[in-house]
């Protein structure tokens, strides 16, 4: 990697950090450097020395106390009792907390940094005692360790920066020992370190090398935190007495000087060298914050950099699509997982007979939205549907400009109907599913029509358009009408709360009045329907296993008897029996209940066990979408083959995939999105979206495809009944 | 069930806390051994006869070998012997019940401004991020972080006790105005003996004392409850909660801020240990009758055995104190029972 790819790379999160981040950080950089200016070259500018006589000689008044001048022109921060420039005191201060930073930071790496190598080394009992020797020095105060450290190096040896420089460092030395020793840790286990010793590397070279470049990426935000505690550390250290003697200028000890100025009303002494101590820690503090902010993935605001979106792009897309791919693959998955919450397992498959990984298969074109006029696609017509889709776009907020993970989607669901929405990862289909309820992490946006049927009569069943519906009354559709029901079952339940507390609490959100032993009911119900025990009710999340958790999860979404259960991934990281469980009572779901729903997996043989029709999507869009059997059989867009081609079956004997990756969704490129890695590809599908429409050589009125190999997709040719 | 997961779960957390115990006794022990000379004739080496010296010596066990002087220490520190100091006719024990109450008191005050208005200010200001609200209240968290304990004391000192009269300018409540004493702790004791007046007194006297040291802790409250919540509200059972149609409030409460304050339960064990040691600084400003200023009067005597002592004893409550906070984070945290 080049210097510059490397500087870029690690400026990223720092440009993607949101601009109060920003702000901050830059902030607390300028604060720092300038006291570092002042440090080095500060006592060379400043107009007096710190330790020099600034009483008049005129006036030499044996036995007595200097005057303490008052700030002025010539002290700018007046002098102090012992006829001192007070402002050339702070500044002298800057240097030598400077260098007792820097010693101590020193004296806490040099012992800490070894022992902690030593400790993940060796292990064993040597581990086990430097571990609880540093935790045992952690938890001491460390303001008290340091005081007896400097008063023992002040007898033993002088006191002097030496002694107080070590006094602060000891205090930091459990901080370093711990970050070398866990990295120590692990990376001995790294396969490639027994690699490394088959081609006659030393193993320990390698580990202190490998461990050396993943330590110091951590160093910065430990060493600014440290530093800012060390500036207090030290002058706390001044203030008791036991810190740099005087007469050097020390900002603790000159306040400590101060402090019987207060009771004569003298505040510019006690002032100035606090003033100069918050705004170093407060400095160091925000550089070392906001780096933390930055680079901790945890804190990371996603979807609140960038502009704020206001409405649905207008038109197409312009065609620039100069960025390198494998950026715009992050880029692109990063706001499919928009809404998904930090340590999220996504996909971890357990390897069924069937399953396809959807991404890459040679395949086909694809096209863009329906204009709301075309023909409408639904299972079965002339039934209600129970939802109504129509021209949905979702958008995230992105450094880099708005991201569509959904550009103009088109679906129809019948009551008890299930319709599989497949797709490689990132192809907008959990976008897609949170935004049925309307559900967006924060900087989301929808668009479009989202109308949920009424659900018989009385209050609040009738009809509802969700898109621009209240908070309120999103609320109270949400977990009562319309489910969502997640992957991921370990995380989604609250760690601190009971089974039984989430079902009170979600029924009580929508039917406060009933009352505790309905509600218990209710749940042990809905729970005994999953195969969960009445006993097991009151137990934690963390007591289930993860399947358990995930009926759990389905008991919930379906306790008050929604309309519409939308399953997102339902199954991963499930058993294979665990998973058939799981299907049959979604089956059962819609048989008895009528309940409509929506399946989205990447597992194209659950699709063809559960669902009726499937919808393929691919870069924000639905490119194909049929009966379940039809679609499969007879795929008619390119990238439906690819995918049918890239799945195992009993008679699979060469593996397909599609070759190259799905556009960046930030810039996606004009015509047709799967055009660059489509194998029919043709001149056309770079100038035109296709439209979907029926396939001419289909068996079924409702499968349709985006794709211009098909007479009428083509935006240019008349729509098919205009053909007739 | 659960009272058996937690016995088994108090009885390998104690025997967690007895190593770490014997190790900082052990550095204690032998950090005050390395100074040149003895104890006692660093303390008052040039004012007694040499017979008197080794008289003091052979009494105070110094002419064992080191060993059975560790031992001796050992079993001091676990029965409650921390040694007679030299500069103070009453024994360490005496002069920590005299002293203790003064800084535990002072702590507690502190530690409940710290965690009042740094767990209120950090969680609004974590589900407000980067609003005005949440640069403010972070601000004001890493200012009064970076403001040294002893600065603000001294400033309030001179603006409310000084200038104002608001407060006194140090002390604890003494004479008529301190309670009867029971335990030591005059807060306790007032409302043991339901003496109002002495009530009024001891908090008044323990307010200024007690809000700066808070202040300054609550910076460090503030930044880490909002990280917390920045982190809790992303999590996927706020968003499940969410998608459950649990309102806003509940989900805020019931969820996101009960999660985010496990952690802080965690760390107040090691605030608590830092408050006591800041403390010092308070007590020095204010003249607090306290183990702080105790410690610093033997530090200043040159009475290492005093010295020793009293760091002994801030190691056992320190020990204890991390024992207790995580037995209250596995009465909270299902979880960690496990």
Sequence with gaps: MSARARLARTAAPFRAATRTAQVLIVIGVLMTLGFVFVATLGPTLAPYEPTQYQVDPEEPEAGQLPRLEEPSSDHLMGTNRDGFDVFARVIGGARVAMIVVLVSTLIALLVGVPLGLLAGYRGGRLDRILVTTMDAIYTFPSLLLAIVVAFLFGELFAPGVASAASAVGIVYIPQYFRVVRNHTLSVKQEPFVEGARSLGAKERTVITRYVFFNVVQSVPVIFTLNAADAVLTLASLGFLGYGVPPPAPEWGFDIQQATQDITSGVWWTTMWPGVAIILLVTGLTLVGEGLNDVINPLLRARGLSGTKLRGAPIGGSDADASLPRGRAKAADRDADDGADPPGATTSTSPNGPHRADGPDGPATADRDSLPPTAPVHSATAGVEPV????????????????????????????????LGLVGESGCGKSSLSRALLNLMPPGGLVTGQITLAARGDGPGNEEIELVDASRRQLRSIRGDRASLVFQEPMTRLDPLMRVSSHFREAIKAHRPDLSNDRVRELTETALAKMGIPRTRVDNYPHEFSGGMRQRIMLALGIVLQPQLVIADEPTTSLDVIVEAQILDILAELRRDADVGLVMVTHNLGIVAETCDRVAVMYAGKIVEMGPVE???????????????????????????????SPPDLIDPPDGCRFAARCPAVMDRCTEVIPRLTRPEDTAV???????????????????????? | MASSSMRRYLLSRVAMTLPMLLILLTVVFLMLRVIPGDPIAATVGDRVSSEELENRREAAGLNDPLIVQYGRYLLGAVTGDFGNPVTDRRTTVQVIADTFPASFELVVVAMIVAVGFGVTIGAIAGRLRDTPFDVAGRLFGIVSYAAPVFWVALLGQLYLSVRLGWFPTGGRASGFDAPESITGFYVLDSLLTWDLSALGASLYHLILPGFTLGLVFGGIFLRFVRVNMLQTLRADYVEAAH???????????????KNAMVPVVTITGLQFALLLGNSILTERVFSWPGL?????????????????????????????????????????????RH
Aim: contains cysteine; charged residues 20%.
């Design chain 1, 701 to 724: 009125d409702d499968h349709l495809a985006a794709c211009i190999l098909h007479p009428g997709a083509d935006p240019a040719d008349p729509l098919p009944d205009e053909r007739s």
């Design chain 2, 292 to 336: 702080g200023n105790a410690l610093l009067s033997f530090l200043g005597a040159r009475d290492y055995v005093g010295v020793q002592g009293i760091i002994t004893f801030y190691a056992v409550v320190v020990v204890v104190i991390s024992l207790l906070i995580d037995v209250v984070n596995a009465l909270i945290d299902p979880r960690i």
């Design chain 1, 387 to 418: 939802l109504k889709v129509r021209d949905l776009r979702v958008g995230y907020r992105t450094p880099r400009g708005p991201l569509w993970a959904v550009d103009g989607v088109d679906l129809d669901l019948a009551p008890g109907e299930a």
């Design chain 2, 243 to 257: 998608a459950r149609g649990v309102s806003e409030r509940l989900v805020l409460f019931r969820h996101a801020f």
């Design chain 1, 630 to 660: 039809q679609v499969f059989n007879a795929p008619a867009h390119p990238y439906t083959q690819g995918l049918m081609a890239s799945t195992i079956s009993l008679e699979t004997t060469e593996l397909h995939s599609i070759e190259g």
